[in-house]
Structures are given as structure tokens and as C-alpha cells.
């Protein structure tokens, strides 16, 4: 029998089950002499998986816990579905001798994550989400040095349907990882630093609600209306509402801190002058309670509102509220600078996406102009 492979066939030992009784650990790399013994096949059989052609297009077949499965890897390219063959085969290969190894993505992942959580808890939530749904199912079996521009590549070109931001986004985690990893000393060398984001190609004005829009909205929730009308009135982003405390409203503004568990996006403390229409919001709250908001789930404000949307006939999203508080101080014709204060916008740029709806925008550039 090859020396690479032990074959455990007592149950249930050291932990490890098996419907059948048998138990296969995967020492090292693949075995050269499969083909000329049978229990060899029979391994490779249950352990490896395999690309072939059918019709232009590579397709991938593997087993997994005994059930045999096929799926299309939807490229034409034998190099790019060798790869992802390879990755699958990692990924089946949680039993091999990497399982324990901190310098493999999965593995280093979760000391990472733990630092994270302890050192940024206010982004955790969706640092660890890409990490686990996105990256570790498409890098885990890797060791970290191995991982090259290639790889990404070809990761990015199975996110498909998912827009160039947020792979951008989900690349800079990744990218934040290596970089980690290398501090720490885990890896010698990082490959992906000349790795660029993907051009954004999408470009289109923000969502906002109009006047009316916004009263329809109040009436059809008149229980959550005051905090519809105090999003739509102050700009805050929907953690910033969450986390603000009555400590922190006074007669003429409010202030929104940033702080340890509960940071601005901008890392920054911002003043918000209270206007007629926030102070009828803040009127209708309880003031009994440390926060200004019920203390519901932050998510499910979110999904309160969308039904609200829905039975109305609208799109959006509560970070539309944000949007249109922003959108009419610019119809106003408040300065971009002042609007860029209020939104708590570390960038101008930012700010500038929504110039087009200033009633002066770019009017002086052509006022003169008569051909």
C-alpha cells in the first residue's frame, strides 16, 4: 500500500466518523501510483476532483462524502479551470495536513478575525462576512505566500453579477489580510500589492424622496414616522442614529461622536444644527429611554422600512433618508463645502456627486455663452 496513505478501519476513532467504517487521511501530495492499485483508485476516486470538456465550455466533477457532483465552472479556459479544480480540491481538504497550519488563508483567517473584532469592533460585522462567504471559499486552502495576482483574477471573474464596487470592496479586505500577515511576520512576501481595484463603471445620480414623497412615507407608519422624520432631517447614517444617546441631543443641535464600539465612517465627531423638522422628530421620541431610537435590531430598521417602501410603491433604502436630506441642502443652494460638514463627508468628491442638483450648478459657466 502507498506510503501516503493511512487507511483507519476500526469506528469512530480519534473523533472522526464515517457511514461506511472507513477512515482515509490525506498525507501529502498526490499519489503517483493510483493507476496501477485499486484501492489507490478507490482513493483518488473520493479525494480528487477533475475538470473536462463539455461542449466549449470546462466542467468540474467531484466527490464529497461519498455523493458524486458536476457543476459547470462557466470558462473556456483549460488554465483558469485547472486553478479553480485546484481550489476545489483544497477546499475538500480539510482533513489534509494543513489543518493546523497558520500560514494557510483559513487558518491565518481566524486569528485575524479574532485581532479584528478586538481592534475594529465597529467594522467586524462586515469584515467577517466577506471574509467567511467570500474569501475563505475561494483562497482557504491556500498558503498565503502561494496566493498570486492569478488567483484574484480568477476569483473575480466568478463574482459575476455583483458590481465592481463591491468586489473593490471585498479585494481590500483581502489585501488587508496579506498585509497583516506580513506584519506579523506569518509570510515573507505579499503578491498582491500591484493588484488595482476594478474601474467603477457605474454612474448614476443618488435616490432621493421628494417632499411629498417623504409625507406619504410618515403616514404609512405613523408608529416609526418621527424616525423616518429625524433620519431624513439630520443625514445620519443608519449606525450613527443607533448609537446616539439623549446625553448627546441639546435644544440647538446635536452631536454625533465617534467613538471606541461605535466610530463615524469618517472616524470623526460632526455638530448638526437642529432644524424645524428634526425638533418635530425628537419631540415624538422617548425621552425616558438612554438612546433617542427604540433599541430594535439595526437590521430589522432597515427591513421596516423597505415594507414601508414597498406598500407605497417606492424604491430605495433607508440610506436614502441620508441621501435626501443631502440631496435638498443642495437644492437649497447651501455651499458644497457646508453640505460636506453636515454629511460628516471625509472626501469632497463625495460631496460632489450631488452638485448636479445645486439650481446654480455650472449655470455661470454658460451664461454668457451665445453662439
Avoid at 482513493?43 to 470538456?53: D, G, K, Q, V
Avoid at 462576512?129 to 491556500?142: A, H, V
Wanted: with cysteine; charged share 25%.
Amino acid at each position: 500500500m502507498p506510503s501516503v496513505l493511512i487507511i483507519a478501519l476500526s469506528r469512530r476513532r480519534q473523533g472522526f466518523d464515517s457511514p461506511r467504517g472507513r477512515h482515509i487521511y490525506w498525507l501529502s501530495g498526490a499519489c503517483k501510483c493510483y493507476k496501477a492499485d485499486p484501492l489507490c483508485t478507490f482513493i483518488h476516486r473520493f479525494l480528487m476532483a477533475s475538470i473536462y470538456l463539455r461542449g466549449k465550455t470546462y466542467w468540474i466533477s467531484w466527490w464529497d462524502n461519498g455523493s458524486h457532483h458536476r457543476e459547470s465552472l462557466k470558462t473556456r479556459d483549460k488554465k483558469e479551470a485547472a486553478l479553480l479544480c485546484k481550489a476545489k480540491e483544497l477546499s475538500l481538504g480539510g482533513h489534509d495536513v494543513t489543518a493546523h497550519n497558520p500560514t494557510v488563508f483559513r487558518n491565518f483567517c481566524k486569528s485575524y478575525l479574532e485581532w479584528h473584532k478586538n481592534t475594529l469592533p465597529d467594522s467586524h460585522q462586515r469584515v467577517a462576512q466577506i471574509t467567511k462567504d467570500y474569501l475563505i471559499p475561494s483562497f482557504g486552502g491556500l498558503k498565503l505566500d502561494e496566493i498570486t495576482p492569478l488567483h484574484v483574477e480568477t476569483w473575480r471573474a466568478n463574482r459575476r453579477g455583483v458590481t465592481n464596487g463591491t468586489i473593490n470592496k471585498e479585494l481590500r479586505t483581502l489585501k488587508a489580510i496579506m498585509h497583516k500577515a506580513l506584519e506579523w511576520e506569518v509570510m515573507s512576501r505579499d503578491r498582491l500589492v500591484g493588484v488595482k481595484d476594478l474601474q467603477e463603471l457605474d454612474s448614476k445620480p443618488k435616490n432621493f424622496f421628494t417632499v411629498q414623497q417623504l409625507t406619504a412615507i410618515y403616514g404609512a407608519d405613523c408608529e416609526y414616522s418621527p424616525v423616518w422624520k429625524l433620519l431624513a432631517n439630520t443625514g445620519m447614517r443608519r449606525a450613527e442614529a443607533v448609537n446616539l444617546m439623549w446625553d448627546n441631543v441639546f435644544e440647538d443641535k446635536i452631536h454625533v461622536l465617534s467613538m471606541t464600539g461605535r466610530r463615524t465612517k469618517s472616524k470623526k465627531w460632526r455638530a448638526i444644527p437642529v432644524s424645524p423638522g428634526c425638533a418635530t422628530a425628537l419631540s415624538s421620541l422617548n425621552r425616558e429611554s438612554v438612546y433617542v431610537l427604540p433599541r430594535d435590531h439595526k437590521d430589522s430598521l432597515s427591513r421596516r422600512f423597505r415594507k414601508v417602501l414597498k406598500r407605497l410603491g417606492y424604491s430605495g433604502t433607508l440610506h436614502d433618508l441620508r441621501h435626501t436630506f443631502i440631496s435638498h441642502l443642495v437644492m437649497q443652494g447651501v455651499p458644497l463645502r457646508t453640505v460636506q460638514v453636515l454629511a460628516g463627508h471625509s472626501r469632497i468628491e463625495t460631496t460632489e456627486g450631488y452638485a448636479h442638483l445645486s439650481p446654480d450648478y455650472m449655470a455661470d459657466a454658460v451664461s454668457g455663452l451665445e453662439l
